[in-house]
Antibody
Framework: HVQLQESGPGLVKASETLSLTCSVSGFSINSGYYWGWVRQAPGKGLEWIGSIYLTGFTYYNPALESRVTVSLDTSTNHFSLDLKSVTAADTAVYYC??????????????WGRGTLVTVTS | AVQLTQFPSSLSASVGDRVTITCRASQGLGTALGWYQQRPGKSPQLLIFDASNLQSGIPSRFSATGSGTDFTLTISSLQPEDSASYYCQEFNTYPAFGGGTRVEI
């Protein structure tokens, strides 16, 4: 039973870097799949941020690409998100997710509980 | 990038009602579309993959159809626990979500 758990500071100052970690249990990220991040601003919809494969291959939302880095550590079975130069618009609940390929598409079949990150001035 | 438009943006229905939500894509997706349910204060959950396939553990009152640019999610007999927001999602060049539909009971 795969479980994901986000961790990191709940408050980040504007212009600084938001850093979150997702711990994976019940599954080795060495076994495959893409691992990623999705966020949701208060009262808004879902926005995919970026994903990484076990080889280190990454792909990012073009709207955020210049500020985002997703990395993984197979030795500790977790992956991470860094979002630099944050503003109030980056205030959101951040979810870590597993990307899975089904027959014709890619979907997020496992989600963490989410962690609220508030950007303060 | 593909744009996904969901409608209605919200609806109110009664227990036992049949509810239909539509997702329209700005370009053809084949059958590469998924649906998610997000209950208040909870993480989203994958309901449907590849346009019409029920994810394991999801009740059979949920169904979905569509291909190309037009997709629908149907709840055949609305239950109290179905009060939630529903999102469609595609992956063309990168994953993207529709704006969501809030279902109130």
């Amino acid at each position: 039973h795969v479980q994901l758990q986000e961790s990191g500071p709940g408050l980040v100052k504007a212009s600084e870097t938001l850093s979150l970690t997702c711990s994976v249990s019940g599954f080795s990220i060495n076994s495959g799949y893409y691992w990623g991040w999705v966020r949701q601003a208060p009262g808004k919809g879902l926005e995919w941020i970026g994903s990484i494969y076990l080889t280190g291959f990454t792909y990012y939302n073009p709207a955020l690409e210049s500020r985002v880095t997703v990395s993984l550590d197979t030795s500790t079975n977790h992956f991470s998100l860094d979002l630099k130069s944050v503003t109030a618009a980056d205030t959101a609940v951040y979810y870590c997710v597993r990307d899975t390929n089904y027959r014709t598409g890619w979907y997020f079949d496992v989600w963490g509980r989410g962690t609220l990150v508030t950007v303060t001035s | 990038a593909v744009q996904l438009t969901q409608f209605p943006s919200s609806l109110s229905a009664s227990v036992g009602d049949r509810v239909t939500i539509t997702c329209r894509a700005s370009q053809g997706l084949g059958t590469a579309l998924g649906w998610y349910q997000q209950r208040p204060g909870k993480s989203p959950q994958l309901l449907i993959f590849d346009a019409s396939n029920l994810q394991s553990g999801i009740p059979s009152r949920f169904s979905a159809t569509g291909s190309g640019t037009d997709f629908t999610l149907t709840i055949s007999s609305l239950q109290p626990e179905d009060s939630a927001s529903y999102y469609c999602q595609e992956f063309n060049t990168y994953p993207a979500f529709g704006g969501g539909t809030r279902v109130e009971i």
